[in-house]
């Protein structure tokens, strides 16, 4: 049935679009990685630049603000020192993100702490803290709340603790411990990301849009480059098969007729009766030999041009090829039960070639007992297996057999290659051989 000459235009449109779709979802994945990761950047970086806000408050209020009221008192439990800390702590430190204070004493007592009930409390300080009193340096982490020192601080979830030294009138340094809610850390990062998120990724979209109408040009270009190497490829095999049938008719018309009436014209002389006994007899084997040259030829004409190729379809002509190998001795099988219609002349011609040229080398170096050829198609796609019993070989002989001048494989690999198809071969020795043939419809 002759196709629709909208198909072609349909099919092409349908390709561009699909390949033109593959590229809008690989850019909204792109934008969405993209997304993702400056999310995760920004929040890196907000969490970094409000730890770094904290510490600065942190200084700020306890070298600024509490430092200056600090008297020896509050080193021994003084209440009136303790009284004029706390109502600079109450009215000057504690907002809503710094949330707690604790002033230790070097040997882990807390000489003060918003918390009353910390007061005078004694606990082990940790490395780190004794690094930060003895070098004058302040440091940032997160409050481990299972710590019994900590454990008025639970309530509040997840902490930040700034600490850093101040020093009381008699010069002892005491570690000053600010707490500060991590959830302004978070919202830090949240807000950065908030503020350059709009840009860069509206950036990636209109690139994205811009980059749209080029893919969709490119897309049909592609396409109309594919019809033309398509077409090119069709007119390649026409101009083969009508090469092919006019070899094929030649020779008929010629040589094999020729060689007919010589057989003739031998048969006839031998059965003469003015021949001699001994000519007779030679003349009757050269006609048989003459019969059989011409047998050879009608059967390379076949191979050459099979006419019931395109007058009867694939599988009659796979059938009679593979009555070839019958008669070597060698039991065959066609199976077609996967083939749904008929394929394509130029996808049946190719397929035929392939079974050929398979069945060739099984006939010349296989030394098989069994061939089965299956034929089948599925989602517009040929495929033809030709399978052998016979010695097998490696596959990684294949290049070096071709510069040997053995391309006959080489060669088919190309031609289906050109037509958009896959030609793979599967052998090992001792364990047979499979051809496998790929044909997409065009």
Do not use: C
Request: aromatic share 4%; net charge neutral.
């Amino acid at each position: 049935m002759p196709r629709s000459s909208n198909a072609p235009d349909s099919a092409g449109r349908w390709t561009v679009a699909r390949q033109v779709s593959q590229f809008t979802l690989a850019g909204i994945v792109a934008v969405v990685i993209v997304g993702l990761a400056t999310a995760v950047a920004s929040r890196h970086v907000g969490e970094r630049e409000a730890v770094v806000d904290a510490r600065t408050k942190t200084l700020a209020k306890a070298q600024g603000l509490v430092e200056p009221v600090v008297r020896d008192g509050l080193l021994t439990g003084n209440p009136a020192a303790a009284r004029k800390v706390g109502a600079v702590v109450q009215r000057d430190v504690l907002d809503d993100q710094l949330i707690r204070v604790k002033i230790w004493n070097r040997d882990g007592t807390i000489v003060y702490s918003d918390e009353p009930r910390l007061i005078g409390s004694r606990y082990t300080l940790a490395p780190d803290d004794l690094a930060a009193l003895d070098g004058g340096v302040i440091k940032a982490d997160v409050s481990d709340l299972s710590k019994p020192e900590n454990r008025f601080e639970r309530t509040y979830g997840k902490l930040l603790e700034v600490y850093l030294p101040i020093r009381a009138p008699n010069g002892q340094r005491l570690l000053f411990e600010g707490y500060f809610r991590y959830s302004a850390v978070s919202s830090s990062g949240a807000r950065i990301w908030r503020s350059f998120a709009p840009i860069s990724l509206g950036a990636l979209v209109a690139l994205e849009l811009v980059q749209l109408p080029l893919a969709w040009s490119l897309a049909r270009r592609l396409r109309q480059r594919q019809r033309e190497r398509e077409g090119l490829l069709q007119r390649a095999i026409d101009a083969s098969d009508t090469e092919r049938r006019h070899i094929a008719a030649d020779i008929h018309d010629g040589v094999v007729q020729n060689l007919v009436g010589v057989a003739f014209t031998l048969g006839g002389a031998a059965r003469r009766d003015d021949v001699q006994p001994e000519t007779a007899q030679l003349l009757g084997e050269s006609a048989n030999e003459v019969r059989v040259s011409v047998k050879a030829l009608r059967s390379l004409l076949v191979e050459i041009y099979p006419p019931n190729l395109f007058d009867e379809g694939l599988v009659p002509a796979l059938t009679d090829l593979l009555a070839r190998a019958s008669g070597r001795g060698i039991v065959t099988t066609l199976d077609d039960e996967g083939l749904t219609g008929s394929p394509p002349a130029a996808v049946s011609g190719l397929l035929y070639r392939a079974a050929q040229e398979a069945l060739r080398n099984v006939l010349a170096h296989a030394d098989a007992t069994t061939v089965t050829m299956r034929v089948s198609d599925d989602d517009r796609i040929a495929t033809l297996e030709v399978i052998d019993d016979g010695v097998g070989f490696d596959p990684a002989q294949l290049p070096s057999r071709a510069r040997e001048g053995h391309f006959g494989l080489h060669g088919l690999t190309d031609l289906v290659g050109d037509a958009g198809g896959r030609l793979s071969v599967e052998s090992a020795p001792g364990a047979g051989t499979t051809v496998r043939v790929e044909v997409p419809f065009t």
